[in-house]
């Protein structure tokens, strides 16, 4: 339960910075009409500095706040999509830190977890999100758009939902998990050392 008006203003000034670069987006050349963007960042740096409970508090405050002031193609749908993509990312997050404490309990070998951090991220996201976007694709893009799309293009998509899917968490972790180690030393807060 979020009591402390230090946690509240955590998740505040997190939500705040995903939704102010949610427009950011750079386009992914292999995948016409699919972006690139960093609105993660913020709120994977919320894991690293404060953990799972307040970074999925800020997904779902910023999920409501992106379908509220950025609708886009799937609307109100929107708001399952992107709660789901962060949880998938933050469990991820979570098992690579519980992997982080069985194996390297005295060592603190920043490298090493960024590694684990990512290749947990990229392994869960990689893994979990085609079944989420093939459903996407498969049954509320129909709702929305009033157009089907057949099992052999959703099919015909994979590959580049896949590469996606590996891409994304490949730069958003170890940028988030270098900017939490910085924010964490300068500010003396959050859990990193």
Partial sequence: MVTNTKTITAIIVFVALALAISPIRIPALYWPGQYYRIWEIPLIVAFFLFGFKIAYS???LFALGHVALLPG???IFAFPWLIT???IILLGLHLAKSVIRGVSQQENN???HAFYFTLFGILFRTLIMPFVDYGIYRFLFPLVLGQSFSD???IGLM???IFFN???PFYAIPISYFTAKTV???LRIGNLS
């Fill in 85 to 87: 993509l962060m949880l």
């Fill in 159 to 161: 590959p580049g939902i």
């Fill in 58 to 60: 800020a997904s779902i």
């Fill in 184 to 186: 964490s030393k300068s």
């Fill in 152 to 154: 052999a293009l959703i």
């Fill in 73 to 75: 193609a799937l609307g």
């Fill in 110 to 112: 920043w490298k090493k």
């Fill in 166 to 168: 590996l891409t994304v």
